[in-house]
């Protein structure tokens, strides 16, 4: 029996309008912000993009730096709002606790800048939820906010 998704929520205020931050970080090259952290590894490249990534239904395949890859696809874009993505076919570790992941990147107005907030949440295989809840989610935590962090400059960077 399956306890659900395990989800790990980042936020952060941008200084930047929504339409901006959504713009700079939806189609972001993935090594810029992925660089790893501990165990976790970072994003060398992407291969086998099928199309745009402002197409739901597009899928592409995320190089990781210890050499596994993941099958990522588009399953959402609402622009300036919101865009989300599932993640499956993992190669490397993750394979062992996760079946998929759900990404959602969303922009919120704040004044005339914005809150940008990111949720990854983890559908663990079956009697893997605790281990994913209570050791995965808080090392993906810490990684999940330096990327946050990451995003949210070369958004601001645009201005």
């Known amino acids: ?25 939806e189609p972001i090259d993935l090594t810029t912000i992925f660089t790893g952290m501990g165990p976790l590894p970072g994003v060398d490249g992407v291969r ?46 993750l394979r062992l606790l996760v079946e998929k992941v759900r990404g959602e990147w969303t922009f919120t107005p704040n004044g005339s800048d914005c809150l940008v907030r990111w949720t990854y949440s983890f559908h663990p295989r079956p009697g893997r939820y605790w281990f994913i809840r209570l050791a995965v989610a808080p090392v993906w935590r810490r990684y999940a906010t330096a990327t946050l962090v990451r995003a949210v400059r070369a958004a601001e960077a645009a201005l």
């Open 1 to 25: 029996m399956s306890l659900g998704y395990v989800p790990v929520t980042v936020e952060s205020p941008c200084r930047t309008s929504p339409e901006t931050a959504f713009d700079i970080i």
């Open 48 to 93: 086998d993009q099928s199309g745009p990534w402002d197409t739901i239904g597009n899928t592409r395949i995320p190089v990781l730096s210890d050499g596994s890859t993941a099958r990522e696809r588009l399953i959402a874009y609402t622009r300036p709002h919101s865009f989300a993505y599932e993640i499956t076919d993992f190669t490397g570790p």
